[in-house]
Nanobody, 128 residues
Framework: QVQVVESGGGWVQAGDSRRLSCAAS????????MGWFRQGPGKEREFVAA????????HYADSVKGRFTITRDNAKNTVYLQMSILRPEDTAVYYC?????????????????????WGQGTQVTVSS
């Protein structure tokens, strides 16, 4: 069982930046594929960003490319989502997801069903 805990959410104004953190348990965190998803009010959960175990593969949703950056610190068992130039449409609950496998096909990194463990989510509200 992997415990996943997100933090860093809050209320921001449009154009601001915010960094989300996600800590995951387990001795083999450095092998995990990590993803961020979000669910806005009245919307379905959608993919935001993902990073593989070595950080040499990262994927982003088109809606956040150039504004969001996913990184990881394996020494701290933590993955980050740096969000910049935030927009009201970025308002959502942001979820961190874990796939505890070293090798993850690139084409499924953005698929929610590929992940085995999820955090409770952290709310980000962007006001105009």
């Amino acid at each position: 069982q992997v415990q996943v805990v997100e933090s860093g959410g809050g209320w921001v104004q449009a154009g601001d930046s915010r960094r989300l953190s996600c800590a995951a348990s387990g001795r083999t965190f450095s092998f995990y594929t990590m993803g961020w998803f979000r669910q806005g009010p009245g919307k379905e959960r959608e993919f935001v960003a993902a990073i593989n175990w070595s950080s040499d593969t990262r994927h982003y949703a088109d809606s956040v490319k150039g504004r969001f950056t996913i990184t990881r610190d394996n020494a701290k068992n933590t993955v980050y989502l740096q969000m910049s130039i935030l927009r009201p449409e970025d308002t959502a609950v942001y979820y961190c997801a874990v796939r505890p496998q070293r090798i993850t096909p690139a084409q499924i990194m953005g698929v929610s069903s590929a992940y085995n463990y999820w955090g409770q989510g952290t709310q980000v509200t962007v006001s105009s």
